[in-house]
């Protein structure tokens, strides 16, 4: 996941950079016994012009990479507009 999450950035938002990125296990306890998929969580910061910003990534309930960055950019009042739309424009 942390390669998709690379690969997105680098297409979709080039000129945003990946500082830290930290693979976040939850407790056993915690996983759903019917969760046939692995349960995990990247904790990544971000920078954008000098101010840094991060996001907590999962692989649960079928939340795109684009759904969970602009999540992302919408809590710290960034706005961005992703190079691959502006190209197709």
Known sequence: MLIS????????????????????????????????????????????????FSKLFHTRLNESLDDQFKEALKRCGIQITSKLTTSNE
Do not use: C, M, W
């Open 5 to 52: 999450i690379r690969d997105y950035i680098a297409i979709h938002y080039p000129e945003v950079t990946i500082v830290s990125a930290t693979l976040v296990k939850p407790p056993e306890a915690t996983i759903p016994l019917q969760q046939s998929t692995p349960l995990d969580f990247y904790d990544i910061t971000f920078q954008y012009k000098g101010k840094n």
